[in-house]
């Protein structure tokens, strides 16, 4: 189910610039914050929260930075891409000199329509947002629970570190398809350009066929890799 309704798409959300995707709706990422303009916007956050309840922080749109654009460092604030996760602050530590770790739980994806520059006393810029995710959208087969649970209990992504979490989502009939595709893309995608298709793609049918593709990719690298095994190397020479 999209969480688009827990944001009030008529009001500006702060931008939080990143070099990659870092944060997939229902996920939640650690942040350590640093620089002033965005210590100021975890506060700002934070400040409309009422005992603590993170549904009452304004949310904040983690946004990929678009370095297919040279020119951008040099006007300015840098661009970024179009789709965002929007998530809001869980936890929040404030060091003493400042500096935050955070928190944030992603809600839902959205796109970008029109930008406003940090102005005035506000450092950081915000952005008019509009969802990407229909809540009329249809969930993913059941087969794809099955055909994820056969991938990641082979004998070669069974070893992969990560793949343990996942498996146990797998199994939990009370965790939707839709969730677990958002969790298997944040834990076991790690090609940016794959992983920002995964973020601005709005049907999770997609997006499952997405995850699926990109473990079986995996799957078969590790094959193609344990062929070439140091031990079949000829005598003084490697396969490189």
Not at 116 to 130: F, H, K, S
Not at 167 to 194: C, G, H, N, Q, Y
Not at 198 to 218: F, K, N, T
Request: proline content about 8%; aromatic content about 6%.
């Amino acid at each position: 189910m999209s969480g688009s309704f827990l944001v009030d798409f008529d009001q500006p959300i702060p931008i939080f610039p990143l070099h990659s995707v870092v944060l997939f709706p229902q996920t939640v990422q650690p942040l350590h914050i640093f620089e002033r303009r965005y210590r100021q916007m975890v506060e700002d956050s934070t400040a409309n929260s009422l005992g603590g309840d993170s549904e009452d922080g304004t949310p904040i749109a983690l946004a990929v930075l678009d370095v297919s654009d040279p020119e951008g460092s040099l006007t300015g604030e840098r661009p970024v891409r179009p789709v965002v996760c929007i998530g809001r602050i869980l936890q929040d530590e404030r060091l003493p000199d400042g500096r935050h770790n955070i928190l944030i739980h992603g809600i839902c994806r959205a796109s970008i329509r029109s930008i406003q520059e940090p102005d005035g006393e506000r450092l950081y810029r915000t952005a008019l947002m509009r969802p990407i995710e229909s809540p009329q959208s249809s969930s993913p087969s059941p087969v794809v629970r099955n055909a994820l649970r056969r991938l990641l209990s082979g004998d070669r992504l069974s070893r992969m570190h990560a793949s343990e979490a996942v498996r146990s989502w797998i199994d939990r009939e009370d965790v939707p398809i839709e969730t677990l595709i958002e969790m298997a893309s944040f834990v076991l995608v790690k090609d940016d350009s794959i992983r920002y298709r995964l973020l601005e793609e709005p049907d999770p049918s997609e997006r499952a066929r997405i995850v699926h593709s990109e473990l079986e990719r995996i799957d078969r690298l590790v094959m193609i890799g344990e062929r070439q095994s140091w031990r079949k190397w000829p005598r003084n020479l490697s396969w490189n």
